[in-house]
């Protein structure tokens, strides 16, 4: 489908080769299919129409950098830095690109620039690589002196530490449509403690745990996650399987570690592992003894038994809660799992206005698209949106005249696309019928209506 | 220390991302294009994907990079078991065995190839064998459990389930062998709680859903004795089992022959008759009408699983059919009522063994032999609605025919295995 989605955007382009916008897309395609070839000529070619635009000249930058070109990257930012002062985001992104070269003082330096401008765009991981503190002083203490101008800790070990992003998420509940249910346990959980954490200590409850969230990809966990951390204003580190995976097997324990230390450092903040049976399946099933250590790790971890836990947020989110490791659902770990369903009615036309934001639409009636994409996630929404405009490329290039999206180009790619959460019922019906002993799987259960 | 994409592909394909998995091989490769063991796992997790082509030309790499790689052979054998290319599975499993015979999974394979043969002397040669470098192998053990219940060994069979259970308390196949085992005494009990053990393990396993639809149907006690004898003639060889089939309908013909020369034995060459039709069409279709009212009961209906919904329907749909028809045709005195209803009757032969037949051309062949008599009989109906009653009556003995070839057809089908490609 990407495919006959860039030859399409090509093509319009060829009839209106200023279209910016366009353009833009076209070049998030690319990159997002790790194109960095293709998406550095069309960034070049929006260049000769907005020769000043330094959002397009930050693009390229990124897009070098993909390449490996990290001089070529570094020489864009330069120039955009002679031109006038680049924006906050620019010169943390060249901070991070200073330092992957070595040059420490200058990365630091452009932190401190970039920091002073915006205090928002703080990158405490990318501080404490720099040895700067949390708020920008510097801290060349002992233990990250630099080193032939490199820090002694990247000098030390070649091993790659994982380059987790504590962010600042501006999503709240606000923007989450529907999962009422989910957003009020969360809230027991986690927010209120935050708020009101006199009352939970009078009662002998620290202000911390875990939920952990399960339900058919595609479905908002994520979303739900950042919005959590977006709600109590918190920092958010969110660690994916490849985080965790790609390191030297015997090395991920020390990077996991390195990770809730980082998370500690920044309470309150809310850890999110995505796909996390991945990082911790059932012990049975890794029978290698790595898996066994990284399992034991994270759980060490989540108890807290070597350092203090009081405000680190743990969320997690699965496709899988069934090769979960039952040692992951103790109290004091993951000790509420919540289960989340596809969106109903409501939230489907919300996500439906969400993605067709800022394209051409004439009417649509959003209830009534809803209506016929029961069982679709966010994921199956989205594919049905693009189909939709995939299919209006094609009109626009062969008639020259682009036409707006309706209510029936929509239901009609609804008709082509098949419910991604189907075949994820269908395991977790099983699940529901022959091993629901524990009661966990009842949510399922009812939302099957068994 | 292996590259770390090979590490990670590793712990993927444990967790069966196998899609994941895919990618970290591959990248593994930009790094070490010519590592035959991870050309190998490539092999395997494409021949799990159904990607059958690549997966085949991944194993042959392997093998071409290094042809000394016991795993390369290993890879190979099961993409070729995976194919149902049974010939090449075992060719490529010999020669990974001629170079390590201390590896368990090679017999392991080896009895799964000659388990899907039926050849069940040779796959309990091969699971022995197995044991013998690791006697506590769940695979190997379950697959010796298997070959010994189809031989008619089923004390030895149980001995070995129960031993496996030892070692591997929470293997769920070990589960389903002691509920089948159960299932071959007649004790449905005994294997419900088995099945019902396996399914809270691994819900997902096939054997396990099957079995226990079988031990609730097994309930019906002319159900539990016709699944004895049908589990009773898997455990003879194949000329046997067709020797029985064709006994039984010679002793039919027989009857009718007595019934012409003696009709004062009218009455007990009727029985036989009587009882040897149920037998033929219940051995055909009943497990099918169980399934139909199992869709009614409360519980029941989710042990139907949905490849058999559609046949449990159209066989109840058809065994309505038949009662209506003939009851219609004898209260009325319209013929073509009654035939209708033995139409139906009939179609119950085909319609219940569809999902019996292999994937690919044994079902559609099925597919299309039903649909061919359903056009026969929706002739007949046209024919004589609109007053061409001669016409009518010269296609009921085509639709006879079919009947009779479709009776041996099905036999036939549900027993061939198709090449994936």
């Given at each position: 489908m990407n495919e006959t989605g860039v030859a399409a955007l090509k093509a319009a382009l060829e009839a209106d080769p200023a279209n910016e916008g366009l353009r833009m897309v076209l070049v998030d395609m690319l990159m997002n299919m790790a194109l960095f070839d293709g998406a550095e000529t069309e960034l070049k070619a929006a260049l000769v129409y907005n020769p000043n635009g330094e959002h397009l000249k930050l693009k390229l930058a990124h897009c070098l950098d993909k390449r490996g070109n990290l001089d070529g990257a570094l020489t864009i930012l330069e120039s955009m830095a002679l031109l006038g002062a680049p924006s906050p985001d620019a010169q943390i992104f060249k901070a991070r690109l200073l330092m992957k070269a070595g040059k420490i003082s200058q990365a630091v330096e452009e932190y401190h620039s970039a920091v002073s401008l915006d205090s928002q765009v703080a990158d405490d991981l990318l501080a404490r690589k720099l040895g700067i503190s949390e708020h920008g002083a510097a801290r060349m203490d002992k233990q990250n002196e630099l080193v032939n101008g490199r820090l002694r800790a990247a000098v030390e070990t070649d091993i790659a530490v994982p380059d987790m992003d504590i962010q600042k998420p501006k999503v709240t509940f606000s923007d989450v449509g529907g999962m009422d249910e989910l957003k009020e346990e969360i809230r027991l959980k986690i927010i209120h403690p935050i708020h009101h954490p006199e009352i939970y200590k009078s009662y002998g409850k620290t202000v911390g745990?875990?939920?952990?969230?399960?339900?058919?990809?595609?479905?908002?966990?994520?979303?739900?996650?950042?919005?959590?951390?977006?709600?109590?204003?918190?920092?958010?580190?969110?660690?994916?399987?490849?985080?965790?995976?790609?390191?030297?097997?015997?090395?991920?324990?020390?990077?996991?570690?390195?990770?809730?230390?980082?998370?500690?450092?920044?309470?309150?903040?809310?850890?999110?592992?995505?796909?996390?049976?991945?990082?911790?399946?059932?012990?049975?099933?890794?029978?290698?003894?790595?898996?066994?250590?990284?399992?034991?790790?994270?759980?060490?971890?989540?108890?807290?038994?070597?350092?203090?836990?009081?405000?680190?947020?743990?969320?997690?989110?699965?496709?899988?809660?069934?090769?979960?490791?039952?040692?992951?659902?103790?109290?004091?770990?993951?000790?509420?799992?919540?289960?989340?369903?596809?969106?109903?009615?409501?939230?489907?036309?919300?996500?439906?206005?969400?993605?067709?934001?800022?394209?051409?639409?004439?009417?649509?009636?959003?209830?009534?698209?809803?209506?016929?994409?029961?069982?679709?996630?966010?994921?199956?929404?989205?594919?049905?949106?693009?189909?939709?405009?995939?299919?209006?490329?094609?009109?626009?290039?062969?008639?020259?005249?682009?036409?707006?999206?309706?209510?029936?180009?929509?239901?009609?790619?609804?008709?082509?696309?098949?419910?991604?959460t189907k075949e994820w019922f269908a395991t977790a019906r099983n699940y529901v019928l022959y091993s629901n002993q524990s009661g966990l799987y009842n949510p399922i259960r009812e939302y099957l209506k068994l | 220390m292996r590259n770390p994409h090979f590490q990670r592909g590793l712990q993927l394909l444990k967790s069966r991302r196998l899609k994941a998995a895919e990618e970290a091989f591959r990248a593994a490769l930009l790094d070490n294009p010519h590592d035959s063991d991870t050309h190998g796992l490539l092999a395997l997790i494409l021949a799990d994907l159904e990607r059958w082509g690549e997966a085949t030309d991944a194993a042959e790499v392997a093998i071409s990079e290094d042809p000394e790689n016991p795993d390369a052979h290993y890879a190979r054998g099961y993409v070729m078991y995976q194919r149902n290319r049974f010939a090449d599975a075992l060719e490529s499993i010999n020669e990974a065995i001629a170079l390590d015979n201390e590896d368990e999974r090679y017999f392991w394979i080896k009895a799964a190839i000659f388990a899907d043969q039926k050849k069940w002397a040779?796959?309990?040669?091969?699971?022995?064998?197995?044991?013998?470098?690791?006697?506590?192998?769940?695979?190997?053990?379950?697959?010796?459990?298997?070959?010994?219940?189809?031989?008619?060994?089923?004390?030895?069979?149980?001995?070995?389930?129960?031993?496996?259970?030892?070692?591997?308390?929470?293997?769920?196949?070990?589960?389903?062998?002691?509920?089948?085992?159960?299932?071959?005494?007649?004790?449905?009990?005994?294997?419900?709680?088995?099945?019902?053990?396996?399914?809270?393990l691994k819900p997902n396993h096939r054997q396990a859903q099957s079995g226990l639809l079988e031990s609730i149907k097994a309930k019906n006690l002319f159900y539990r004795q016709l699944l004895r004898f049908q589990l009773w003639l898997g455990t003879l060889g194949r000329g046997a089992r067709w020797g029985i089939i064709i006994g039984l309908w010679a002793l039919y013909r027989l009857s009718v022959g007595v019934l012409k020369t003696h009709p004062e034995?009218?009455?007990?060459?009727?029985?036989?008759?009587?009882?040897?039709?149920?037998?033929?069409?219940?051995?055909?279709?009943?497990?099918?009408?169980?399934?139909?009212?199992?869709?009614?009961?409360?519980?029941?209906?989710?042990?139907?699983?949905?490849?058999?919904?559609?046949?449990?329907?159209?066989?109840?749909?058809?065994?309505?059919?038949?009662?209506?028809?003939?009851?219609?045709?004898?209260?009325?005195?319209?013929?073509?009522?009654?035939?209708?209803?033995?139409?139906?009757?009939?179609?119950?032969?085909?319609?219940?063994?569809?999902?019996?037949?292999?994937?690919?051309?044994?079902?559609?062949?099925?597919?299309?032999?039903?649909?061919?008599?359903?056009?026969?009989?929706?002739?007949?109906?046209?024919?004589?609605?609109?007053?061409?009653?001669?016409?009518?009556?010269?296609?009921?003995?085509?639709?006879?025919?079919?009947?009779?070839?479709?009776?041996?057809?099905?036999?036939?089908?549900?027993?061939?295995?198709?090449?994936?490609?």
């Open positions: 745990g875990g939920i952990l969230m399960y339900g058919p990809p595609g479905c908002g966990k994520t979303f739900l996650a950042r919005a959590t951390a977006g709600e109590i204003n918190s920092g958010f580190m969110s660690v994916g399987i490849a985080d965790v995976l790609d390191m030297w097997i015997g090395q991920s324990e020390r990077n996991l570690h390195e990770m809730f230390e980082s998370a500690r450092e920044n309470t309150p903040c809310v850890m999110f592992f995505d796909e996390v049976d991945a990082l911790g399946a059932s012990r049975q099933d890794m029978r290698t003894s790595g898996g066994r250590h990284l399992i034991n790790q994270f759980l060490s971890e989540l108890d807290g038994v070597t350092a203090n836990n009081d405000g680190l947020l743990i969320l997690a989110a699965t496709n899988a809660p069934w090769h979960l490791d039952s040692a992951f659902r103790r109290p004091g770990r993951f000790d509420r799992i919540l289960f989340v369903p596809p969106p109903d009615l409501f939230a489907r036309a919300n996500i439906l206005r969400v993605i067709v934001k800022g394209k051409p639409v004439e009417d649509i009636n959003y209830e009534k698209v809803a209506k016929k994409t029961e069982g679709f996630s966010g994921a199956d929404l989205k594919a049905v949106v693009d189909m939709a405009v995939e299919k209006k490329l094609q009109v626009a290039i062969k008639d020259g005249a682009l036409s707006p999206l309706r209510t029936d180009d929509l239901i009609t790619a609804a008709k082509q696309i098949k419910p991604s | 040779e796959a309990e040669a091969a699971a022995r064998e197995g044991l013998e470098i690791d006697p506590e192998d769940e695979d190997c053990a379950n697959l010796l459990t298997l070959a010994l219940r189809k031989q008619g060994q089923s004390d030895e069979a149980e001995a070995v389930a129960k031993r496996t259970l030892e070692f591997a308390p929470e293997d769920a196949t070990t589960h389903a062998e002691l509920g089948w085992g159960a299932l071959h005494r007649g004790d449905h009990q005994t294997a419900r709680t088995h099945f019902v053990e396996a399914l809270r034995l009218s009455g007990v060459m009727y029985f036989i008759m009587a009882l040897y039709l149920g037998f033929a069409f219940s051995s055909w279709s009943l497990g099918a009408l169980l399934d139909f009212f199992l869709l009614f009961h409360p519980t029941g209906k989710f042990a139907v699983t949905r490849e058999k919904k559609p046949t449990a329907i159209a066989i109840g749909g058809l065994y309505a059919g038949t009662i209506l028809g003939i009851g219609a045709g004898i209260f009325t005195g319209i013929i073509p009522f009654t035939v209708l209803g033995f139409a139906c009757l009939c179609l119950t032969i085909p319609t219940g063994s569809i999902n019996q037949c292999d994937k690919g051309w044994p079902r559609y062949t099925l597919q299309a032999f039903t649909a061919v008599q359903l056009l026969i009989i929706t002739g007949y109906i046209i024919a004589d609605m609109t007053g061409h009653y001669e016409t009518a009556w010269k296609l009921v003995v085509p639709f006879a025919i079919l009947t009779f070839m479709g009776s041996i057809l099905t036999n036939w089908l549900a027993s061939v295995t198709v090449e994936r490609r």
